[in-house]
């Protein structure tokens, strides 16, 4: 794997990670160990940093919970079935499900989620980009999967959390999503 790839596989799986799981100890230590450049994506990833080191543990938690809370139902819902078509469990769902399989992806039976949560299809391309699935997915595996199943309604997410009324440790989380998608869609399709 190539250093360009070695990259995007670990910005993926960041996002996954600080989507798909409430925000522990560590996650909040690793954050604060973060830095950036005068680029727009180095100054978010700056700010993401600074806001870590003025948060708590339960701080963060109660942010995610009202960001992204299951009962009641958080301020997104950060599923592709629902930004796709309005409802949960929807026909984007069952895609994915029918080419997880080909991808050499397995469901997780311990996860409550269903696997269009964006935390999780961040996680999936991390692995397709890195092997973790089996060898390293080619440049037209990786972009057929951004299309079908990121590129449709992401961009709209990140773009939400930017704004969201709850976001503040997880406002810059948004802008380095939705800015890290832009140069992917430039990326995969100059490939």
Known sequence: MNEEDTIRASLYGLLGRLLFVK??????ENLKGLSGDET?????????SKLAAATDVKSARDEYDRLFGDDPRGELVPYASYYITGELQAEPLHKLRLAMPELGIARNDNVQRD???IGSLMEMMSGLISGVYGEPAGAA????FFASFIEPWAFAFFGNLEVAENSLLYQPVGTIGRLFLDMETNSLTAR
């Open 40 to 48: 727009q994506m180095g100054r978010a990833f700056s700010t993401l």
């Open 115 to 117: 696997e269009d949560h």
């Open 23 to 28: 925000p522990t100890g560590e996650i909040i």
């Open 141 to 144: 595996v990786q972009a057929e």
